[in-house]
Nanobody
Framework: QVHLVESGGGLVQAGGSLRLSCAAS????????????IGWFRQAPGKEREFVGA????????YYTDSVRGRFTASRDYTKKMVYLQMNSLKPEDTGVYYC?????????????????WGQGTQVTVSS
């Protein structure tokens, strides 16, 4: 089992910044979570959950959706077992519940169905 806990959400004005954290623990199938891909997704009211970004534990490779590229940065601290999402130049359309998720297999990184474990989410609200 893999456990994920997000934190760092809140209310911020447009143009501001937030840093989300995702604390990861646990292992499954003999593999540690340190080999997983960690993704960030968000869901706005009335909308489907959408991919925001992802980072691999092994090589630090990162992936972003076009709407956040250049504004958001995913990072990880290997020793602290933490993944972060630094969000700058926030816009009202960035509002939503943000989730971190762990992918064990090799499914498409931007597809929520590829991920096996999810955190409970943290609310981000950007006011105009």
């Amino acid at each position: 089992q893999v456990h994920l806990v997000e934190s760092g959400g809140g209310l911020v004005q447009a143009g501001g910044s937030l840093r989300l954290s995702c604390a990861a623990s646990g292992e499954t199938f003999g593999r540690t979570f340190l080999t997983y891909l960690i993704g960030w997704f968000r869901q706005a009211p009335g909308k489907e959950r959408e991919f925001v970004g992802a980072i691999s534990w092994s090589g630090g490779s990162t992936y972003y959706t076009d709407s956040v590229r250049g504004r958001f940065t995913a990072s990880r601290d290997y020793t602290k077992k933490m993944v972060y999402l630094q969000m700058n130049s926030l816009k009202p359309e960035d509002t939503g519940v943000y989730y971190c998720a762990a992918r064990i297999g090799s499914g498409t990184y931007y597809n929520a169905n590829s991920y096996d474990f999810w955190g409970q989410g943290t609310q981000v609200t950007v006011s105009s």
